[in-house]
C-alpha cells in the first residue's frame, strides 16, 4: 500500500500576508515589474519550502497567483477580450491586472464567488475567436522548483469542464465548440510538464460536483477521452471538491489516472458511491480527508479509522492522504495568534497544522514509528475541552431561544400597507438616491485605528476620531445631495469583523487572514460558543450622525447569514441554530436603533447565496433556514421603519424569489458587472418591493459619467416603477479614495436629477 500525503492548494498569501504587500507596492509603482516578480517568485518558494518543512510528501505548484487563478488560465489562453486591445505573444501584467481591476479605457472583467466559498474568481469570457497557449506558467512554477528545490512537484491547474462552465460568453451550442478549442491547448501544457518531468498533474474539475445533466456529462467524457489519447502517458489526477463526484458511475470510467474525492462535504455520498459502484482497482484515490474548509482540529482517530475502512473499501493500492480542497480558505498558522482563548486555540488547525494532521494521519496508516495512536488521541482532548467551554453552555441564549415563536419570522402588515405608511412617515423623494454603508477607508483612517488598536492612543482619541470622521462625511453627503446618509462605517474594519468583536460567543484573531478576491484578505471571526448580543454595537455613533443633519442617516448591520458564510463557524450545533442564534443578537440591536430614533435600517446579505449548496436538489432546505434566520432579525420593527438590504455579485435568475421571501422594504444590489441580466430576469418576474439596482462598478477607481449611469437608470425604469426604484451604487465605498467617489457620487445625483425632471 502507497500512501502519500499532499494538499490541493496552499495558502499564497504567505503568513504575513507577504503576496498582498508585494502586490500592492507594484500597483502603487513603489516597486518595479523586475523586483515584483522577484519577490513574487521568493514567496512562491518560500511557501513550498515550508510545506516541505512540514513533512508533506507531494508539493503542489500552479496554486499560486498574481491575482486569480481563474484569470491566470484566461491569460495563459490569450483570452483577453477585445476591449483591452491586447496584442502580443504573452499578457503582460498591465494588460493581466487592467482585466482584473478596470482601467480607464475598460471595464474590469467581472468578478463572481467561487463556488460556495467567500472567495471570488475573476469570470472569463469568451468571444468566439481562437483562443491561443501564450506562455505555459505551470511550466516554469514546475521548473523553478525542480531546479531550486530539487523538488518533482505535482503541477495544478483548473480543468477544462470548469473553466468553461465558469466562463461566459457561450451559448448551448457554442460552449461546445469552446471547449473544442481548449483541449489541445490543455495538451500542449500538459505535453510541456510531462517533457519537464512531471509525474503526476492535478487537474481541479470542482465544477463535476454541481448537478450535472446529461449533454455536461458527455461533454466531460468527451474532452477527457481526447485528453487521454493525445497524452496517453499522462498521470493525471481529476481532483473535485466541496461536494460528491455527480454522475459518479459514468464519471468513474474517464480515463484518467485518479480521482481525487471530498471525504468531508460529500462524504456520505461518495462512500455510497464506492460501495454501489466499485473504485477502478488500477487508479490513485485521493482521499481528501482533513476539511479545507473549516479551522477546527479533526478527530484524528476518527480520521486514521476513516481512512482505513475506505482503503479497504475502495481495494486501492495506492491513496493520496489530502485536504478537502485547496487550503487557501483557511489562514497559515495558528502559531502567530498569542492572545486567543487557550481552549479555543488548542482546538484550531489552519493550513500548517491541517498540513500536519496530514502527515500524522498519513505515518499512523502507514503504519511508521513516528505516529501511534495516543499521539493522534491528543486532537480529541482538545476539541473535548472546548464542549465544556462556558461559552457553550451559555443558559441567557439558551433561555432566549425557547422564547422564538412562529411570529417572530414575519412582519405583520404586509409589503403594501408597509410602504404607505412608511412613505408618509418619511416624505422621501421620487428616486431616492443612497450608498451601501462604507466610505474610503483613508491611510488616515487605516493609521488611527492601527494606532487605537496598539494601544498607542486612547478609547477617548479614537472614538472622537470616527466622530469628526463621520461627521466630515456627513457633510460632504449633504454636498453631494444625496438623500439617505450613511454614517461611512469608519469605526469598523470589515463588516463582520466588526459584530464579531462585540458579540460574545466569537473570537477574532490578530493574523488569521484569508483571501477574499485579488488582495482583498479578510480574517473571518471564530463562532466558537453561543452567540450573545451584551450591549448596543452601532447605536452611539448613529446617534452622534443623526443629530448632524435633517436628512435620514441609515442604520447599518450585517446580517444573519452573511455573518455566519464569512465567518468560522463551530461544527457541534447545527448551522441553522447558530444562524437564530445571531439573528436573535441582530434583533436585539436594531430594537437598541429603533429606540434610539432610527428609522430606517439596513441588514446586509451579501454572502446570502455564496451559502446554497452546490447541488440544486439542497437549495431549498438551506434557503428556508436562512431567510427564516433574516426575518427573525428584521420582523420585529414597527411598521414605519424602513428594512433595507443589500446583496452583491449575485445571479438573480434563479433568485428573485429568496429575495422577495426576506420581505426587506428596500434591496440594493450589485448589477452593473452583470451587464443587465438582472433587468432581463426583472423583466421576466414582477418585482413589487423597494429596489435600487447598482449603477456604477465600485472596484474599478473610474469615474462613470453622468450619462453612463442615466443610461442604466433608463434601462431599469423598463422593469421598475418609480415607487420601487431606489437609486446607489454597486456595494461599499471603503475601498476607493474619497475623490473619484465624491465625484462618482455626484455624477449619480445628477443623473437621477436628470430622471425626476424627465418624468
Ligand atoms: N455595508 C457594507 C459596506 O458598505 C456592505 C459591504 C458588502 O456588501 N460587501 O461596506
Ligand atoms: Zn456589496
Known amino acids: 500500500m502507497n500512501l502519500v500525503s499532499t494538499v490541493i492548494g496552499y495558502p499564497y498569501i504567505g ?55 481563474m484569470l491566470d488560465v484566461a491569460a495563459m489562453f490569450g ?71 530539487g523538488v518533482i512537484a505535482k503541477p495544478t491547474i483548473i480543468g477544462p469542464f470548469t473553466f468553461v462552465q465558469l466562463a461566459k460568453g457561450y451559448d448551448g451550442k457554442s460552449k461546445n465548440s469552446f471547449l473544442v478549442k481548449l483541449l489541445p491547448l490543455y495538451v ?52 473535485t471538491y466541496f461536494e460528491a463526484l455527480s454522475a459518479y458511475k459514468e464519471l468513474t470510467q474517464l480515463p484518467v489516472a485518479g480521482f481525487g474525492l471530498d471525504f468531508v462535504h460529500g462524504a456520505e455520498e461518495n462512500i455510497l458511491s464506492i460501495r454501489k459502484y466499485g473504485f477502478p482497482q488500477d487508479k490513485v484515490l485521493g482521499i481528501g480527508l482533513i476539511n479545507g474548509r473549516d479551522i477546527w482540529k479533526a478527530d484524528l482517530v476518527e480520521k486514521a479509522a476513516a481512512t482505513q475502512s475506505l482503503l479497504l473499501l475502495s481495494g486501492v493500492k495506492e491513496a493520496w492522504i489530502q485536504s478537502s480542497c485547496s487550503l487557501q480558505h483557511v489562514p497559515v498558522t495558528t502559531k502567530s495568534e498569542k492572545e486567543l482563548d487557550v481552549t479555543l486555540n488548542a482546538a484550531l488547525s489552519f493550513a500548517d497544522e491541517k498540513i500536519e494532521e496530514l502527515t500524522q494521519v498519513t505515518a499512523y496508516c502507514v503504519g511508521a514509528g513516528t505516529s501511534n495512536k495516543n499521539s493522534l488521541k491528543k486532537s480529541k482532548q482538545a476539541i473535548e475541552a472546548l464542549a465544556q467551554h462556558k461559552t457553550r453552555n451559555n443558559t441567557n441564549v439558551k433561555q432566549l431561544e425557547a422564547t422564538v415563536k412562529a411570529a417572530h419570522f414575519s412582519r405583520p402588515l404586509s409589503f403594501k400597507e408597509r410602504q404607505s405608511l412608511q412613505q408618509t412617515a418619511l416624505n422621501l423623494p421620487d428616486f431616492p438616491t443612497t450608498t451601501i454603508g462604507s466610505f474610503p477607508q483613508s491611510d488616515q483612517v487605516k493609521r488611527t485605528r492601527t494606532a487605537w488598536r496598539k494601544k498607542e492612543i486612547t478609547d477617548a482619541a479614537y472614538a472622537e476620531f470616527v466622530k469628526n470622521e463621520t461627521a466630515r462625511w456627513i457633510e460632504i453627503q449633504e454636498d453631494i445631495g444625496l438623500d439617505v446618509l450613511v454614517t461611512g462605517e469608519f469605526e469598523r474594519t470589515d463588516m463582520v469583523e466588526y459584530f464579531g468583536e462585540k458579540l460574545s460567543g466569537i473570537a477574532f484573531t490578530k493574523f488569521a487572514w484569508v483571501v477574499s478576491y485579488g488582495s482583498r484578505c479578510v480574517k473571518p471571526p471564530i463562532i466558537y460558543g453561543d452567540v450573545e448580543w451584551t450591549s448596543p454595537m452601532t447605536v452611539k455613533e448613529i446617534v452622534e450622525a443623526q443629530e448632524l443633519t435633517e436628512k435620514y442617516v441609515k442604520g447599518m448591520l450585517t446580517g444573519p447569514i452573511t455573518i455566519l458564510n464569512w465567518s468560522f463557524v463551530r461544527d457541534d450545533i447545527s448551522r441553522e441554530q447558530v444562524a437564530n442564534q445571531l439573528a436573535l443578537a441582530l434583533r436585539e440591536e436594531i430594537q437598541a436603533l429603533e429606540d434610539a430614533g432610527i428609522a430606517i435600517i439596513q441588514v446586509d446579505e451579501p454572502a446570502l447565496r455564496e451559502g446554497l449548496p452546490l447541488r440544486k436538489e439542497k437549495w431549498n432546505e438551506y434557503l428556508r433556514w436562512a ?38 422594504d428596500v434591496i440594493s444590489i450589485e448589477t452593473s458587472r452583470s451587464h443587465g441580466e438582472l433587468i432581463h430576469s426583472l423583466k421576466q418576474n414582477s418585482y413589487e418591493l423597494g429596489i435600487g439596482l447598482g449603477v456604477y462598478d465600485i472596484h474599478s477607481p473610474r469615474v462613470p459619467s453622468v450619462a453612463e449611469m442615466e443610461n442604466i437608470l433608463n434601462d431599469s425604469l423598463e422593469v421598475i416603477s418609480k415607487e420601487q426604484f431606489w437609486v446607489n451604487p454597486d456595494c461599499g465605498l471603503k475601498t476607493r479614495r474619497e475623490e473619484e467617489t465624491v465625484k462618482s457620487l455626484k455624477n449619480m445625483v445628477a443623473a437621477t436629477q436628470k430622471l425626476r425632471e424627465q418624468l
Open 15 to 69: 503568513e504575513n500576508r507577504e503576496w498582498k504587500r508585494c502586490v500592492e507596492s507594484f500597483w502603487n509603482k513603489k516597486i518595479a515589474e523586475e523586483q515584483f516578480t522577484a519577490e513574487m517568485k521568493s514567496i512562491r518558494l518560500n511557501n513550498l519550502k515550508h510545506q516541505q518543512a512540514l513533512g508533506l510528501d507531494l508539493l503542489t505548484v500552479g496554486d499560486f497567483t498574481f491575482y486569480d487563478r
Open 627 to 664: 431567510v427564516n434566520a433574516f426575518k427573525l432579525a428584521t420582523s420585529s420593527v414597527q411598521n414605519e421603519t424602513q428594512v433595507h438590504t443589500h446583496m452583491c455579485y449575485c445571479e438573480f435568475n434563479d433568485f428573485i424569489d429568496t429575495i422577495r421571501a426576506l420581505d426587506a
Open 188 to 239: 500542449q501544457v500538459f505535453q510541456e510538464l510531462l517533457e519537464a518531468g512531471a509525474e503526476w498533474i492535478q487537474v481541479e474539475e470542482p465544477a463535476l460536483c454541481l448537478s450535472l445533466n446529461e449533454e455536461e456529462i458527455k461533454l466531460v467524457q468527451e474532452a477527457y477521452t481526447y485528453l487521454a489519447s493525445e497524452l496517453p502517458k499522462a498521470k493525471l489526477m481529476l481532483q
Open 79 to 149: 483570452l483577453v477580450p477585445n476591449r483591452y486591445n491586447w496584442t502580443g505573444d504573452e499578457v503582460d501584467l498591465a494588460t493581466y491586472y487592467t482585466m482584473a481591476r478596470g482601467g480607464n479605457e475598460a471595464v474590469a472583467c467581472e468578478m463572481t464567488k467561487w463556488f460556495n466559498t467567500n472567495y471570488h474568481y475573476i469570470v472569463p469570457e469568451y468571444e468566439g475567436k481562437q483562443p491561443q497557449l501564450t506562455k505555459n506558467y505551470i511550466l516554469d512554477y514546475f521548473i523553478e522548483a525542480k531546479e531550486e528545490l
